[in-house]
């Protein structure tokens, strides 16, 4: 039994991460996409084996629940039933004092509902069943005078009596949304998941916004608080070769001889290395005939924009806008950085605008339609995104960025629209960009994420091992190596071993991080999955970013204190034994 559960939560560990996969890129796209977002990562896998693809509620209006009174029938167990004299005359009070109150509730006279709903309370003493009922009832009518703090209050004694009571899970979710306290909403929305065995589209679409609502909370107080940092090399690997056209990453320190502040920073820059490039493009800009103030101001905003230090990053970035005196490539480059600025603070409508902007400077840069794709793409905008790599393509042919996230573009429109045929097509177009881009690393990467995505390792796994042919200290190829071992009989130290080897290569990785916290989850190591967990969040660069690791954290802890709040084991506890017994 032990061995059987292991290779269950194994089976269901493999397919989290392989949605993870069915998606684009976490650089561009900071979500996991392909999935609905993660209730619980045991929960998701449970409910996407089901078939069902839920897309995120607006609201929570949808999950219905019935003001009535459940019948004593069905609330009250035979073995519940009082047997002598006087207990049958106060529970007949009672059930009689209920059911008046049900026809003042339904009469729309809410008050005098209460009234008659506490009344049976108060006659009603030894079962439980029936008491919960009660209580429950009395919350519907407080549910419609609005008053959801007593809604809270009355679920709160029913699940007392009845923890797993589905009405008063349902209703106080819903008051609890409604009055912010989306700990409990989550909480109660867990449970319910579970006993519905996750078939429950609207629950489930309840529990998803909630969750997202509560990392967007999380993120913006993360967001705010935070100070700035320095990158992973990772990152700024892949930021740069998003460039054609960019001053900074164009400059070729080898021609010059002379020597300036600004040239040693663009030599560190070139090597990934930021800590002293904002001291050293000031000290150029401090000298008034330098031919180099408008680039050094460029890159001092772009490393402030590495840091996360946006605010200081768009004020270089419109100096340079709004001065004349600037070259048009810079003026574009600092347009579509300090968009990004805007994109990882989920200001999608002023990042637009930076973008129109850009184009009408130079509407020939390849730069701003890759870059506009990628936001449209996050947007899920895929035919507007997948327009823009198409201009990219016809102004730039052998920019193979463009080709890249073209096909990841329609990638996504595939999965979006389930098609089976689609994602064959878009792999077929894959394998022509890497063939005509043997050596182009972003290439490999994403066509081994999406093959990840469609359950076909192998074919994942000769690109990861390019990558690392190509480039041996590789972060994201190496973690994707210890992903890979999930679709065979995982060795959990082989994984860990890559993990820890991809954060040797780039310590501020975020991505090891989160998917160590993935598999101790499964493993049942709570403690060492919210440590992970909230290693990665400090990583991560963005609110779309920092919200998704929210979601995977606060899923984690709801389904911890559900199965505190029922007696049972912690989350992924009955693991533990079952390892040490293999």
Known sequence: MALKKVNLRL??????????????SKWQIALLLGAPVTLGLAGLVYYNKKGKHVKSAKNNNDLKINNYATSPKTETSKKDTPKKSNEMSSTESALKAKE????????????????????AISLCSDNKLQLATFYQNRAAAYGQLENHQQVISDCSKALELN??????LTRRAKSADQTGNLKIALEDLTLLCM?????????????????????????????????????????MKVFR??????????????????????????????KCQCDNIIDLCSKEMDQPDSPYINKARLLRGTAHFYMGAFTDAITDFEDLILSENVNKNVKVSALIKKASCYSQQSMA???????SE???????????????????MLQDRCEDSVRDYEKCIELDPNFPHAHVYKCLGEHRAALINSSADGLEKVASQFERVVEKFPNCIEARIKFGQTLLGQNKPEKARHHFEKVLELEEDNAMATVYMGVLLLSEEPDFDKIRSYIEKAISMDEKYEYPYELFGSIEVHRGNIESAVT????????????????????????????????????????????NGAFKSL
């Open 100 to 119: 008046e109150g049900n026809v003042f509730f339904k009469s729309g006279k809410y008050n005098e509902a209460i009234e008659s709903y506490t009344k």
């Open 349 to 355: 409508i002023e990042a637009m605008e930076m973008y």
């Open 241 to 270: 070769d998003m460039f054609r056209n960019d001053p900074i990453f164009n400059f070729d320190t080898s021609k010059i001889l002379e020597s300036s502040p600004f040239i040693e920073a663009c030599k560190q820059f070139s």
């Open 195 to 235: 006993l519905e065995n996750f078939s429950n589209v609207n629950t489930v679409k309840f529990s998803e916004r909630v969750l997202r609502d509560m990392g967007k909370q999380k993120a913006k107080v993360e967001m705010a608080s935070r100070k700035p940092s320095l990158p992973s090399k990772t990152f």
């Open 11 to 24: 089976d269901m560990l493999h397919e989290v991460v392989r949605k993870q996969f069915e998606g684009l």
């Open 532 to 575: 992970n967990f909230h290693k990665a969040i400090s990583l991560s660069r963005s609110d779309h970013e920092i919200t998704h690791l929210y979601t995977l954290l606060d899923a984690t802890l709801a389904q911890l204190e559900v199965s505190r709040r029922l007696g049972n084991l912690a989350l992924g506890q009955d693991l």
């Open 358 to 376: 850009a184009i009408n400077i130079d509407p020939e840069n390849v730069d701003i339609y890759f870059h506009r794709g990628q936001l449209l």
């Open 163 to 168: 923890p797993k009571y589905m009405k008063a």
